[in-house]
């Protein structure tokens, strides 16, 4: 009965798949209007905001390796001048939080919700997420005079990362 329990309990926490390609489909419409973007930009975000949503179960993963790895791939896609507007623009930055057991979204505080301003993406018929996978390992580096390069130290494996951070590494699927 308790692992019944718990299932639903995290069940209810996951985004659909329908809500997830929505939210991902008004985020980057709203992020091509106000950062220009081109129509390649476009539908790079798209998808890179659908996977972000899809690896969404619950407050505390809304900024955790899959919004690390999200803002790495924006700041691959967007020009410098983009990346600035982005990330100074909370609603895109931090564009979901849970709270009272629910997504809530900063975007919807700016941009009326029925409004867009370019059609859906070619990526919005045809995409289902994960062919980005940003929960898969970076490579490690190439090994120098063939030695091994040790392991990784980053914010995420539980040891003292760039930030200081002393976080166990979580267990994505």
Not at 25 to 53: G, H, P
Request: glycine letters at 8%.
């Amino acid at each position: 009965m308790m692992v019944m329990l718990a299932v639903v309990a995290v069940a209810t926490c996951a985004m659909s798949y329908h809500e997830a390609r929505n939210r991902a489909l008004f985020l980057a419409d709203k992020m091509a209007y106000e950062l220009d973007l081109t129509d390649e930009q476009y539908e790079a975000v798209y998808e890179i905001n659908l996977d972000y949503l899809m690896g969404l179960d619950g407050r505390r993963t809304v900024y955790g390796p899959a919004w690390d790895w999200r803002n790495r791939e924006l700041r691959r896609v967007l020009a410098t001048l983009q990346y600035r507007a982005y990330a100074a623009a909370d609603y895109f930055y931090r564009p979901v939080f849970w709270a009272h057991n629910r997504w809530n979204w900063l975007v919807y505080s700016r941009y009326d919700r029925g409004r867009f301003y370019r059609g859906r993406p070619v990526a919005f018929g045809v995409y289902r997420g994960g062919g980005r996978r940003w929960h898969a390992e970076p490579p490690r580096p190439m090994p120098r005079h063939g030695m091994d390069p040790g392991p990784r130290f980053d914010r995420h494996d539980g040891c003292p990362g760039p930030r200081g951070h002393h976080r166990p590494r979580p267990n994505w699927r």
